[in-house]
C-alpha cells in the first residue's frame, strides 16, 4: 500500500498547476492555474549607494541531472569595493508539468545559496529569491570557480524546463553605508570548486574536508547546510524501523522521528545542530504551497555552528579535519556542505591555544513508545532532551580569549498511525537555545554572552483514501508549521539585552482527487505570517491564499 506522504509527493507529478485564481466554487473544484510563488519574507534591503550587477548566470535546466552549470564570477571593474552589501538575485520561469527541484549555488567551493522550484502550471509562472551573501566578501574580491546545480528531466509527460538568471550586485561601501560585516577568511567545507559542492550521506557515512587555518586565528564560525530527501524528506513522520518491518505493507518510511546533525574536528564531536522540518512545494499535497511556499521551500537558511572553541588547535598551521556526520538513523540521503568563517588576531602572527571541556556524546538513542488506541490506531511518542557544553581559549596578543558553547535541546514527538498507514497526524515540538560566553583578559576579564533560541513546531495531518482501481484515490493534507528564532545579549554585570526575533508561521490544507487517471478534484489553501525583529527596527508581512490566488496581503505590526 502506497504510504500516504509519498504518495503526496508523486501525486505532485499528475497535477503539477493544477490550482488556479477563480473565484471559489463548490466541491469538487479542479484548479488549471494559479499565480506567480510569493512568500512573506522581508527583502533584502539594499543600500542607496553605487552599484553594479554582474549576469552570472542564464541558464535553462532540462535533462541537467549531473549537468550543472559552471562558470566564473569575477568582481566588477566598476565597483572595485569595498562593498556595503552584496546581494544574489535568483529569478526563474516554468511552464507545463514538473516536480519541485532542489538546487544550490557554490562560489569558490562555498555554497551561498540553496532553494528549490515550484512546480509549475500550463501557462507558466515566474519567481523571485533574493539572498545576501556579504558573508563571502573574503571570496568574492578574486574571481572564483562558479558552480549552480538544478537537477532535471524533461519528456513528453514532466515538460518543465526550469529557465533561470542568477545575477550578482555588489553596492559600494560610503560614509553612511559601511564595509559589510565578514570574516578575514571563508574556507569551503564542500568536496569540490568545480561541481557541486554537497555531499550525499546515507546512514553510517561522513564527509571530511582537510583545512589550514591561518596561524593567528582568533575564532571560526561553520555555517552548515543539511537537507533530508527520499524517505528523509517527511523525516518527522517516519517510524521506527522495528515498527516499519512489522507493518511493511504499510510502505511506511523506518529511521524513527528524531534528527540531529553533528560537526567534528579531528574526529573530536565539536558541535550539533536540530535541522528544521523544510517541505518541498509538492510536499503531503502539492495543492497546499500555491502560491505560497512553505518555510525555507525558497530562501534556506543554513545552520550556525561556533566552533571558536577548537580555534587554538586549529591555529597551529598543520592541516586539519572537518567532519560532517548526518544523523545517525536515517533511511535515505541527506546532502550536507558548509563554509567556515574564520577571524585572525591581526596584530600577532602565531596564536595557540586548547579545548578545555567537550561533553558532546553521540547522537541519543530515542526511547520510542507505540501505544494501540481505542480507535485502533497505533501512536507512537518519542522524546529526547540533550545538554552538551564545549570550552576552549585562544592565547592573542591582546590577552586569553575563553570561549563556552553550552546547548539545551528539547524534543517530542507523537506520530498517529491509522487505518493501515492510510491516515497519519504528526505532532513534533523541537525547541533549545544556545549559549555562547567569551572572556577576554585575566580572571573574569570581559565577559560577553549571547543566547540564540529556537522553535520548530510542526502539525500535520495527510489522509490516502483509494479508490475503486490503482489509478482512483483522494489525497487530503494539512499542515501548520513555524520557526520561532530569538537572539539576546548580555555583558558582563548587565541583563538581557534583545538582538533580533524571527517568527515564521505557515499554514495550509489541499485536496486532490483522481479517478481512472482522471483529476476530479484538486484545490487548496495556504496562509504565512512572518513578524521579524533586529536593531533596525521590524517587519510584518501576512499574505493568504485560496483556489491558488492570493486574497490577503498587508504589512502587519510588530509584536
Not at 549607494?49 to 564570477?73: E, K
Not at 532532551?385 to 590577552?399: L, M
Not at 572572556?439 to 520548530?456: I, K, V
Request: include cysteine.
Amino acid at each position: 500500500m502506497w504510504r500516504p506522504l509519498a504518495l503526496a509527493a508523486a501525486a505532485a507529478m499528475f497535477v503539477a498547476g493544477t490550482l488556479a485564481g477563480t473565484a471559489a466554487a463548490a466541491a469538487p473544484t479542479v484548479e488549471i492555474n494559479y499565480q506567480n510563488p510569493v512568500t512573506a519574507l522581508p527583502p533584502i534591503a539594499r543600500p542607496d549607494t553605487p552599484s553594479c550587477t554582474v549576469t552570472a548566470m542564464q541558464h535553462d535546466f532540462a535533462n541537467s541531472y549531473g549537468q550543472p552549470f559552471t562558470g566564473t564570477l569575477a568582481p566588477p571593474a566598476a565597483c572595485p569595493g569595498p562593498w556595503s552589501k552584496v546581494v544574489l538575485d535568483w529569478s526563474g520561469n516554468a511552464a507545463g508539468r514538473q516536480y519541485d527541484r532542489l538546487a544550490g549555488v557554490w562560489i569558490g567551493g562555498s555554497e551561498v545559496f540553496r532553494t528549490s522550484t515550484p512546480e509549475p502550471d500550463p501557462a507558466g509562472i515566474s519567481w523571485h529569491v533574493d539572498q545576501d551573501i556579504s558573508a563571502f566578501i573574503p571570496l568574492l574580491r578574486t574571481p572564483q570557480p562558479l558552480v549552480v546545480d538544478l537537477g532535471n528531466n524533461v519528456d513528453s509527460t514532466y515538460t518543465g524546463i526550469y529557465h533561470m538568471t542568477m545575477t550578482v550586485t555588489y553596492y559600494q561601501a560610503d560614509k553612511r553605508h559601511p564595509q559589510a560585516a565578514h570574516s578575514d577568511v571563508v574556507v569551503p567545507i564542500s568536496q569540490s570548486t568545480s561541481a557541486p559542492g554537497w555531499w550525499g550521506l546515507t546512514k553510517g557515512q561522513t564527509a571530511s574536508t582537510t583545512v589550514t587555518l591561518p596561524r593567528n586565528t582568533e575564532s571560526a564560525d561553520l555555517q552548515l547546510y543539511a537537507r533530508g530527501g527520499g524517505c528523509e524528506e517527511f523525516w518527522y513522520s517516519n517510524v521506527p524501523d522495528s515498527y516499519a518491518a512489522s507493518h511493511a505493507s504499510d510502505g511506511l518510511c523506518g529511521g524513527g522521528t528524531y534528527r540531529e546533525v553533528q560537526v567534528m574536528v579531528d574526529g573530536k564531536a565539536a558541535g550539533t545542530a536540530q535541522p528544521f522540518p523544510a517541505i518541498y512545494t509538492g510536499g503531503i499535497s502539492p495543492l497546499m504551497w500555491r502560491p505560497i511556499p512553505s518555510i525555507d521551500a525558497f530562501r534556506t537558511q543554513p545552520y550556525d555552528l561556533d566552533l571558536t572553541p577548537f580555534a587554538g588547535l586549529l591555529a597551529d598551521g598543520k592541516p586539519h579535519t572537518v567532519t560532517l556526520v548526518p544523523p545517525s538513523d536515517i533511511t535515505d540521503t541527506w546532502l550536507m556542505d558548509g563554509s567556515l568563517f574564520v577571524n585572525v588576531d591581526a596584530a600577532s602572527a602565531q596564536t595557540s591555544g586548547a579545548v578545555t571541556q567537550d561533553t558532546i556524546t553521540p547522537s541519543p538513542a530515542v526511547d520510542y513508545k507505540v501505544a494501540t488506541q481505542t480507535d485502533g490506531s497505533d501512536l507512537i511518542t518519542a522524546a529526547v532532551t540533550r545538554d552538551w557544553t564545549v570550552a576552549g581559549y585562544v592565547d592573542t596578543s591582546h590577552g586569553r580569549v575563553s570561549t563556552s558553547v553550552t546547548q539545551h535541546t528539547a524534543y517530542t514527538n507523537s506520530n498517529d498511525i491509522a487505518q493501515g498507514g492510510t491516515v497519519q497526524t504528526v505532532k513534533q515540538q523541537d525547541s533549545g537555545w544556545t549559549e555562547t560566553t567569551t572572556t577576554d583578559g585575566p580572571g573574569l576579564g570581559h565577559r560577553q554572552a549571547r543566547r540564540d533560541t529556537w522553535s520548530y513546531p510542526i502539525a500535520m495531518t495527510s489522509t490516502y483514501v483509494p479508490g475503486a482501481t490503482s489509478d482512483s484515490y483522494t489525497v487530503d493534507g494539512q499542515v501548520s508549521v513555524a520557526r520561532h528564532l530569538t537572539s539576546t545579549e548580555a555583558d558582563h554585570g548587565n541583563a538581557w539585552k534583545p538582538v533580533s526575533t524571527v517568527d515564521d508561521q505557515v499554514r495550509a490544507k489541499g485536496n486532490l482527487q483522481r479517478v481512472n487517471s482522471v483529476v476530479t478534484a484538486a484545490d487548496g489553501s495556504d496562509s504565512e505570517l512572518y513578524v521579524g525583529t533586529d536593531r533596525s527596527g521590524c517587519y510584518g508581512h501576512y499574505i493568504a491564499a485560496d483556489h491558488g490566488y492570493v486574497t490577503q496581503d498587508f504589512q502587519t505590526g510588530c509584536r
